[in-house]
């Protein structure tokens, strides 16, 4: 590494950091196209929210006041950004209904391996 002249920190830290990037952009881009792949991808994105509400919520029924706030923000915010992002109707069902059928098949997979998510 070249950290003498100052090039180094540019070329091993920020420019991969500037290449992984380019998904996330994508990724965006997607949510942000009024169709029916953007409400997909936002569907998986609230997917992801949506367990990450479950695990709150798993964590707030061990220790009650813990994490409540979390969970309510993972929904409200699931609802919030699908509301405002998506305006066509189709999309916005898709994201939407996506978490709830994942979410519900993960937890009916749990169940039948007899394994708990909290």
Not at 2 to 19: A, Q, R, S, V
Not at 42 to 53: D, E, K, R, S, V
Not at 104 to 111: I, S
Request: hydrophobic share 50%; with cysteine; net charge positive.
């Amino acid at each position: 590494m070249d950290f003498e002249t100052g090039w180094g920190y540019y070329t091993h830290i920020w420019l991969p950091m500037t290449i992984l990037t380019i998904p996330g952009g994508f990724i965006a881009y997607q949510i942000k196209r009024q169709n029916l792949l953007g409400g997909v991808v936002m569907g998986l994105g609230n997917t992801i929210q949506a367990m990450l509400g479950l695990v709150y919520l798993g964590m707030t029924m061990k220790n009650f006041p813990h994490h409540i706030l979390s969970c309510l923000f993972c929904v409200a915010s699931i609802i919030i950004m699908t509301l405002y992002i998506r305006k066509e109707k189709k999309p916005r069902l898709v994201a939407l209904l996506l978490p709830i059928v994942l979410v519900a098949a993960m937890l009916l997979y749990l169940k039948a391996t007899d394994r708990y998510l909290f």
